[in-house]
Nanobody, 124 residues
Framework: QVQLVESGGGLVQAGDSLRLSCTASGGIFSNTIMGWFRQAPGKEREFVAAITSIGPVTYYRNSVKGRFTISRDNAKNTLDLQMNSLKPEDTAVYYC?????????????????WGQGTQVTVSS
């Protein structure tokens, strides 16, 4: 089974950029569809982006399209999320996750391996 560790969070101002990274160990990362989710205080965890193992093909929630870019390096077992033009509403704990069940890329129930999360705070 894949183990995941996120890094790269921090406190930035609106309009700034951040790059989150997720390092995987164990399992077969290159064969695993990966995703980023986030959870703001008092809110449910929500889908941000996903990337397939082959292609790769990417998927995004509407509110981050054109601002966020998900990428992966299968040789290094890493997953990244480049976040540009950050907004205060992007403030949340960001989690990387491995998708192991069939179904929608945006369905949290289809991911069963999670990192510990990294805090992103965007001030206005």
């Amino acid at each position: 089974q894949v183990q995941l560790v996120e890094s790269g969070g921090g406190l930035v101002q609106a309009g700034d950029s951040l790059r989150l990274s997720c390092t995987a160990s164990g399992g077969i990362f290159s064969n695993t569809i990966m995703g980023w989710f986030r959870q703001a205080p008092g809110k449910e965890r929500e889908f941000v982006a996903a990337i397939t193992s082959i292609g790769p093909v990417t998927y995004y929630r509407n509110s981050v399209k054109g601002r966020f870019t998900i990428s992966r390096d299968n040789a290094k077992n890493t997953l990244d999320l480049q976040m540009n033009s950050l907004k205060p509403e992007d403030t949340a704990v960001y989690y990387c996750a491995a998708k192991t069940r069939s179904g929608s890329y945006s369905n949290i129930g289809n991911y069963d391996t999670w990192g510990q999360g990294t805090q992103v705070t965007v001030s206005s």
